[in-house]
């Protein structure tokens, strides 16, 4: 109970701490050497989520990363980048944005970790893939198409290396303005990720004032 208590009591002193915007670099974030360019328009601030579904860290971020998303400011823009390590990685990558092509991305997505995590189905054949797309009111026959397509894995291959350019070797992690790194291990915990996130898109905001 006395290790719980700490537990709580840490967690909360960085909530503190991050609504007040007072990080500490290299301890509850990292930055990168050498800045991402970021994908979004001039003015934006861009926060990106690095996962793979076969992660249960990502799975049990989802929840409180979403909420964190939809009380995003408009100046902020969130997306998701699926890690490629090879394997099962790719293969998800590649459903991903398969799904994003086809349109239904965000219909499946949450469904995606679900089938993964709490049904045992590793979705990684194309056959597999197609039959689960095929909930979301497309064809199995164009599901296999999306993820055969050479778009989709251009797509990618342009995922491979933009987080090589961020230096990332695991997941989950936000990607603050393409510079700022949060992981489970600087945030102190899963639900603290977002929070830590939210001060350094305060921090953003101010050195663009300067």
Aim: aromatic fraction near 10%.
């Amino acid at each position: 109970m006395f290790k719980s208590l700490i537990v709580a009591l840490a967690g909360l002193g960085l909530s503190t701490l991050a609504s007040a915007a007072n990080l500490v670099e290299g301890e509850h974030y990292t930055t990168l050497d050498e800045p991402v360019k970021t994908l979004v328009e001039e003015g934006k601030i861009e926060v990106t989520e690095a996962f793979w579904y076969g992660c249960p860290h990502c799975y049990n971020l989802e929840e409180p990363l979403n909420a964190w998303v939809a009380e995003l400011p408009e100046d902020v823009v969130f997306q998701r980048l699926p890690a490629t390590m090879g394997g099962a990685w790719n293969k998800h990558a590649t459903a991903f944005y398969a799904a994003k092509e086809l349109g239904i991305q965000e219909d499946l997505h949450d469904d995606f970790f679900d089938a993964y995590h709490e049904q045992g189905r590793r979705l990684t054949e194309v056959e597999d893939i197609a039959a689960f797309f095929s909930n979301y009111g497309v064809s199995e026959e164009e599901a296999s198409e999306a993820l055969t397509a050479f778009g989709v894995k251009s797509q990618v291959n342009q995922a491979h290396a933009r987080m090589r350019n961020m230096g990332l070797m695991g997941v989950p992690a936000l990607i603050v303005d393409g510079r700022y790194v949060v992981t489970p291990s600087t945030a102190g915990s899963l639900d603290n990720m977002p929070q830590v996130a939210g001060a350094l898109v305060d921090k953003v905001r101010e050195e663009r004032k300067d």
